[in-house]
Nanobody, 111 residues
Framework: VQLVEGGGGLVQPGESLTLTCIASGSIGTYDMGWYRQAPGKQREFVAR???????DYSESVKGRFTIARNDAQNTINLNVNSLKPDDTALYYC???????WGKGTQVTVSS
């Protein structure tokens, strides 16, 4: 399975984006998630959703980001709202099993 992300861009603080991850095959019943890596920092967990649609989030994005999945279309989305400059990063899609990473989509928040 390959993962391809999209939807990133350059936005101003307070604006929103929808990030999309499309899998080339079935994502099955496995957990899917989003991670991000800012320049000079380690990759960090952002959000995860399981096959029962239970989601969890990092504290830094809770209440602002929403993750969703569509198993019929093999996609997951991440709605990112109220963006802050600290949200600037390369956002990666992740499939838990077999562990697979996309190449990322860049989100830049700047005035």
């Amino acid at each position: 399975v390959q993962l391809v992300e999209g939807g990133g861009g350059l936005v101003q603080p307070g604006e929103s984006l929808t990030l999309t991850c499309i899998a080339s095959g079935s994502i099955g019943t496995y957990d899917m998630g989003w991670y991000r890596q800012a320049p000079g920092k380690q990759r960090e967990f952002v959000a995860r959703i399981d096959s029962k649609l239970r989601a969890d989030y990092s504290e830094s994005v809770k209440g602002r980001f929403t993750i969703a999945r569509n198993d019929a279309q093999n996609t997951i989305n991440l709605n990112v709202n109220s963006l802050k400059p600290d949200d600037t990063a390369l956002y990666y899609c992740h499939l838990a099993l077999p562990e697979t990473w996309g190449k990322g989509t860049q989100v830049t928040v700047s005035s």
